[in-house]
């Protein structure tokens, strides 16, 4: 399974959530691959992009790719939950 999003969020922020968006698997970080050998298994490849520009305001553009070699859909959809959920901000 291969995805695709665009985060609004820095390399350096996206290093130190992935952690715990990964369930803590272990990971490897070779330049902009990032590779983590659990089950499943998953790669991911990021991409720094220009800045979003909103008025006065710069946002981060962070293009981030990730395959997943899971052996079921069910589990894909597991991991890529939990994923998603590590990124999650809450605002107010």
């Known amino acids: 399974m291969k995805l695709h999003y665009e985060m609004g969020i820095t390399r350096a922020d996206f290093l130190r959530l992935l952690p715990a968006a990964v369930g803590h698997a272990p990971l490897r970080i070779e330049g902009d691959e990032i590779r983590g050998d659990g089950a499943p298994s998953w790669r991911i490849k990021l991409r720094e992009m220009p800045k979003r520009r909103i008025a006065l305001v710069a946002v981060p553009v962070l293009d981030v790719e990730l395959v997943i070699?899971?052996?079921?859909?069910?589990?894909?959809?597991?991991?890529?939950?939990?994923?998603?959920?590590?990124?999650?901000?809450?605002?107010?």
């Open 69 to 92: 070699d899971a052996p079921s859909a069910t589990e894909a959809k597991a991991f890529v939950d939990r994923f998603l959920l590590g990124f999650q901000r809450a605002g107010g």
